[in-house]
């Protein structure tokens, strides 16, 4: 009788010992934080932080450039950090066409990059480090310091050489948004309404005489 619980109680401590073991090892394979997946829009590359610091809030109450300009080229995040991609979007625009500021805020640089010009804004509201706006090539009709509300003229497309360091074979403004060093889609900052905005048409009025 003894004999029979010693054994008992022996191949009760071998059936604990497997049941620890396979435990530990089903939490060492997934017992880690799961791979990020980014959403559409939302950094490619750098060290996350919390999802609100990530976000994009659609502040946007401007285009750039004109009215629903032609986008050229979209926004292609790199897979890696210095990975290639296209790090905003490329807005079809004339040189001497006008750029807007899309949002609110205040010019953190106005001035020549590697022979281009390029206005940087950082946008009021939009958490810290602060969403910030680039444009380029553009001639500035601003400086740095300068608070600017949604719309202001930040300055103007710039004509690039034939060859030059352009991003498109005809007029366009390069468009990004970065928080941080993280380059985000400036498409976002756009709330549906703008993005889907039809052009305004002029309506005949029953009634009213059309002028002579």
Do not use: I
Not at 121 to 134: M, W
Not at 155 to 170: I, L, M, Y
């Amino acid at each position: 009788m003894g004999g029979k619980r010693r054994v008992g109680v022996r191949l009760g401590l071998v059936l604990g010992t497997m049941v620890a073991l396979l435990a530990s090892v089903a939490w060492a394979g997934g017992g880690g934080a799961p791979a990020p997946q980014w959403a559409a829009g939302q950094p490619a590359v750098g060290a996350p932080g919390p999802a609100a610091d990530w976000a994009v809030p659609a502040v946007g109450r401007f285009w750039p450039v004109g009215v629903r300009p032609p986008v050229l080229r979209g926004w292609e995040p790199p897979a890696t950090e210095y990975g290639p991609g296209h790090r905003g979007v490329d807005l079809a625009a004339p040189p001497g066409a006008p750029v807007r500021a899309v949002a609110a805020g205040r010019v953190s640089f106005a001035g020549p990059v590697a022979g281009r010009g390029v206005v940087s804004v950082e946008l009021a509201g939009t958490g810290t480090p602060p969403l910030r706006t680039t444009y380029e090539p553009v001639r500035a009709a601003v400086r740095e310091g300068d608070e600017v509300d949604a719309g202001t003229v930040l300055g103007t497309v710039e004509r690039t050489a034939p060859g030059g360091a352009s991003h498109c074979a005809t007029g366009c403004l390069h468009w990004g948004l970065l928080r941080g060093g993280t380059y985000l889609n400036p498409l976002l900052l756009l709330p549906p309404w703008l993005v889907n905005a039809a052009p305004p048409r002029l309506l005949p009025v029953l009634g009213v005489p059309l002028p002579a």
